[in-house]
């Protein structure tokens, strides 16, 4: 049976001899009680497969981070904060939840909730982009998590299509914890992929959460364009738009074209490449109010009701 999580360590060292010394696993990939459905999906480190629990008929994605990668990749500070938030951060409504964790021989091993209706990207490919309302929706459960995430002191630094899970229902999962960091600490290095980068990251300047509502405003025009504001099929390229602004998106016409002037709005102030000017920061819009508020302050959210979910519903796969 599947158990609640186990780790409670604080220091990196110790959180993965801790989970080790908690519950043992040694076959990864064979649950004893779980039958081994299909594989999910990559990430740097961890290998995500569907598994169906016997005695119950419920599914799990299972993400096993091989030790040998992550030691080889360097990443174990990564995959301890990584155990860190998912401990302090799984129980809100749009952040994948973890049912347990573990070590093995072999791996670390997270058992979290199977979200079953694919990712944005596969949305995007059914869609295309979605309406300006089914946008609305999406941004207000992601900056929800976002400023979950941000209240407890952690930076997501890696949102983007492919880690926004979409429920049964068109509600939204954030998953994949593994190059966040600590706010307070401020991050330096560039990680993450490349179009959803914010300016002061490609400086190679100190960074913290202001950094996510860039990638929001990547994501959202990425959502409702159905193409990323800035692209090309060479990294440095990307960058060079990113930093430079030789190339702006377009605001007017082209993708944008059934964008509301308000929706317009809240794209431009987001990605705002000076962060201290950031919707976000505080200073945005001229209100004693900061990060989730302040972006959720914009005029674009002003109606959000219940029905928008009602509508997202009928994008939904399942
Ligand atoms: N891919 C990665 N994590 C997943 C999850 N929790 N549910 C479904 N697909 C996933």
């Known amino acids: 049976p599947v158990a609640a999580p186990t780790h409670t360590s604080d220091t990196p060292s110790s959180a993965l001899t801790h989970l080790a010394g908690k519950r043992r696993q040694e076959a990864i990939f064979n649950l004893p009680s779980c039958d081994l459905i299909r594989f999910l999906g990559q990430g740097m480190v961890g290998t995500v497969v569907l598994v169906r629990e016997r005695a119950t008929g419920t599914f799990y994605a299972v993400k096993v981070m091989s030790l040998q990668n992550v030691h080889d990749r360097e990443q174990e500070r990564n995959v301890q904060l990584e155990l860190e938030i998912v401990r302090n951060c799984g129980a809100h409504p749009f952040i994948v939840k973890v049912e347990a964790g573990y070590q093995t021989r072999e791996a670390v091993v997270l058992v979290l909730e199977y979200v079953s209706g694919g990712d944005m990207y596969n949305l995007l490919e059914r869609h295309r982009c979605v309406s300006e309302d089914a946008l609305r929706f999406y941004l207000v459960e992601l900056a929800l998590a976002l400023g979950h995430l941000h209240a407890r002191g952690y930076v997501c630094r890696d949102l983007k299509v492919e880690n926004v ?12 914890f593994g190059l966040a960091g600590r706010d307070a600490d401020g991050c330096f290095d560039r990680s993450g992929t490349p179009i959803y980068q914010a300016p002061e990251v490609l400086r190679g300047e100190r960074h913290g959460r202001l950094v996510d509502w860039w990638a929001l405003g990547v994501l959202a025009y990425f959502l409702l364009a159905g193409t990323p504001p ?16 030789a190339c702006e998106p377009k605001w007017q016409g082209g ?7 308000c929706c317009r709005d809240l794209l431009r102030r987001l990605l705002e490449r000076h962060p201290h000017l950031r919707l976000g920061s505080g200073n945005s819009l001229g209100r ?14 002003a109606d959000v009701s219940a ?12």
């Open 165 to 176: 899970l979409i429920d049964g229902k068109g509600h939204v999962r954030l998953t994949d």
């Open 255 to 261: 993708n944008l074209t059934h964008a509301s002037a």
């Open 230 to 245: 800035f692209y090309s099929p060479n990294d440095d390229e990307v960058y060079r738009m990113i930093l430079d602004g």
């Open 307 to 318: 029905e928008m979910g009602e509508r997202a519903e009928a994008l939904s796969p399942t």
């Open 288 to 301: 004693p109010i900061a990060d989730v508020d302040e972006v959720l302050a914009h005029p674009f959210f």
